[in-house]
């Protein structure tokens, strides 16, 4: 509730006079020593002399002291003024004033006020202690200017809730201003925490000045003598409230972690009553094919695979993707959820399904001899591995084999099927290339926690034979599907991309430099419900739809697909659109969160090595520093410039000089 702005009594101010002012809430008796030009030195209660505008006084009285008076004395006489003007206001009931004036409100001056308020005759100190009591209960009067002014029912109203929300406010600040300062000097998990009060601080940390009482908890780490806010985090800990290494960027961007009862519920009916045998006629039976999964050595969930036959001219290449609409169907609770998260995430330290894992690493996965609905392209090649020709049509799979890359690495050469997908995938990649595809091939470090928390990593060849033929085998699936929606005009999300605004290299580049350079000239991708152009992959047009039970983008196309083949209803351009808007933001805090929080544990790892010395590569240079690729782990820091000078694409050792993955710092020193 603000202020009123105190009215002041206008008689002839002198040297002597008897006024009040306003300080921390307070009214305060004084005596003018000295007047110049309206500055005013006067001597108050407290025996205190203050430089005083006279425009801020609160009250001016006719009353003179004598200033030749001992200080002592004038201080007693203000402090008996002050109690006699206390007790004459504590006699001022203005509650049953107000009941008295305002069903008819009108404006009252001071003088008229303070004749309600006391029988003549009356004195300075009568409309001092008016301006008092009023000040002290500001519920039923408006006071401006020397006038009052009575509220209406409705104000006084909405005022008392406005003083009860202000008190309870307070009581709020205080519990949680006491519940941090017990926390600071407490062992963990000894104090018992109100969920209000921590979820008010938890937001302030996350969100900053943008949470709903950033306020209130500003004046709690105001009260509780906190520096800085960063100090929650560790309180935080010490209550238990958060782990160590809590995922603060899943908080703050507001990443569900959990499923909701019903979606569970609902996973829990489709699994127990879902169809071992698909006999539906238009499905095309495709269990007698050899199909095979290549995945990393820890995926749970398979979403893709692969087939190939020998023909009389050739051969027919099979990618086979599990049909997930089969059984999510568009608006259940299931399929709600997943498009509010639009995406699988997966970090170091733990995986976020898009849907449940009953389903995405059971039902909806092409487990090794089980019998699947599946989406299946099946592609006619002759014997220098040309497309032919294709079909795209609704299937009954099963896999037969499950391997890892390294085993399918080890199989390249021995073992027929794999060694003639590396080099049909092979062919596939030049004829992309010679379309003007670019191929960016920076290596990858995957990061890993064991079941101690302890923290591995693992630099990957993303070049190898094994991933380039899966990355080649998803490619020529998913642009055909585009080739295939395109042709039967039906709307999608199809991934276009304009040619880069400079081409550092044509073909394979094995440097890391030109690539990271390169990678910095790619256009934009643009997602669009028409198919245009992918200059990046080199396809006239691309959609993903190979990864349905990880991104809803996929399972969208996968319905649009089914559509065509006579297989449920197909969505309008404007309800893609509308899907496409809500999860366009889930879709982006996916790939910002994966990224941070590899970052996070990279650096976490880089904790235990500080004084070790890397190879680095000078990526950007600044006026004050360089910005340095760690290539031992594809991460990127700070580099001061002090000493010496370097330029892009230079190698150089940097020493390990700090890490705090928390604060997401880390720096180096040239060794």
Known sequence: MTLPILPVIVHLMKIGSIVEYIDQQKIISAVILSEKKGKLRLLNENSREVNFNEKRLSHVSQDILDTEQSRTSLVNHLKQVTQNRKKLSESINIKDLWEILHEEPEEIDISAMTLFCFDPPLTADHEAAVIRAFFQDRLYFKFNNLIFLPYTQEQVDMRQRQIREAKRREELILKGAAWLNRLQQSRPG?????????????????????????AVAKQMIKKAGLSVVDQLFGLFVKAGIWDADENIDLLAMQIPTEFSKEVMATADRMRKTAPLVFDNPKRRDLTALPLITIDGQSTQDYDDAISLETTESGYRLGIHIIDVGAFIKDGDPVDTAARHRASSIYMPDDKLPMIPASLSEDLCSLKEGQVRPGISTLVQMNRFFEVLDYEIVPSV????????????????????????????????????????????????????????????????????????????????????????LAANEMPAVFRSQAAPKQRVFKGIETQLMPNFIQRKHLSRAIINTHAEPHSGLGVKAYVTATSPIRRYHDLLTQRQLKAILGLGRAYSVQELEDILQVISIPMANTGRVQAARKRYWLIKYLEGQRGNSYDGLVLDCHRDHYNILLKEFMIEARLPASGFKLKHGDLIQVTIQHADARRNQLTLFAA
């Open 190 to 214: 000894d104090d018992p925490h109100d969920p209000k009060v921590v979820k008010i601080l938890k937001d302030y940390y996350l969100f900053g000045n943008e949470s709903n009482m950033s």
């Open 397 to 484: 799979i099963k896999v037969h084999q499950q391997m890892s890359y390294s085993e399918a690495n080890l199989l390249n050469g021995k073992n027929d099927p794999i060694t003639s997908l590396y080099k049909m995938a092979t062919l596939l990649r030049e004829k992309r290339l010679k379309a003007g595809a670019v191929q960016i091939t920076l290596p990858e470090v995957n990061v890993w926690l064991d079941e101690n928390r302890e923290i591995h990593y693992a630099k990957v060849d993303r070049e190898n034979p094994s991933r380039m033929l899966v990355s080649e085998m998803m490619i020529l699936a998913n642009s055909l599907m585009a080739e295939f």
